[in-house]
């Protein structure tokens, strides 16, 4: 799907605020009401928007500590990281897992409640996923850049 400018608008504007109301929406993007929301259900239908989230305080929620968890594999076969990747899916604490290169084969993003809670996730948890050979982590001590929208100019 090729996006113009307007569609570029609808997104921008939807990455600042998913729960704006479709009138509120239209207004800043110039659009009617009903052109907009024609525009959001294709947009929508296209997988260009693929879900809605609200985004937490941790602190809030009792979210305390977050790491950065570098994990290399004992192989690297399609059936090595395919076994991976569906257990560390099922680990609620992960916030993000990629598929790297370099030096480790994944880079986690880790939440936990307290540095006790890390280390139990961490030995009970991260190096007993499948087919783990090493684990390195690090604490994050704060966020430089934290963004959940894309650029889109």
């Given amino acids: 799907m090729s996006l113009d400018r307007t569609d570029r608008k609808i997104l921008t504007e939807l990455q600042a ?15 009617s ?13 296209a997988g260009v928007i693929e879900r809605y989230t609200a ?5 809030k929620v009792g979210i305390s500590v977050s790491f950065v968890v570098r994990i290399t594999l004992k192989g690297q076969t399609d059936r090595d990281l395919g076994a991976f990747e569906q257990a ?12 790297t290169t370099g030096e ?8 936990a409640r307290s540095a006790a809670d890390f280390e139990r996730l961490h030995s009970k948890v991260l190096t007993k996923l499948p087919g ?14 934290k963004q959940a929208g894309l650029p889109l100019d």
């Fill in 104 to 111: 480790c084969d994944y880079m986690l993003r880790v939440v």
């Fill in 33 to 45: 009401e009903s052109a907009c929301l024609r525009r959001v259900k294709l947009l929508e239908r």
């Fill in 132 to 145: 783990v050979a090493r684990v390195d982590s690090s604490f994050v001590l704060r966020p430089v850049v």
């Fill in 55 to 59: 985004v937490l305080n941790p602190a």
């Fill in 17 to 31: 605020d998913g729960s704006m109301a479709n009138a509120a929406l239209a207004l800043r993007v110039g659009l």
């Fill in 88 to 99: 560390v899916c099922r680990v609620p604490e992960v916030a993000e897992c990629y598929l």
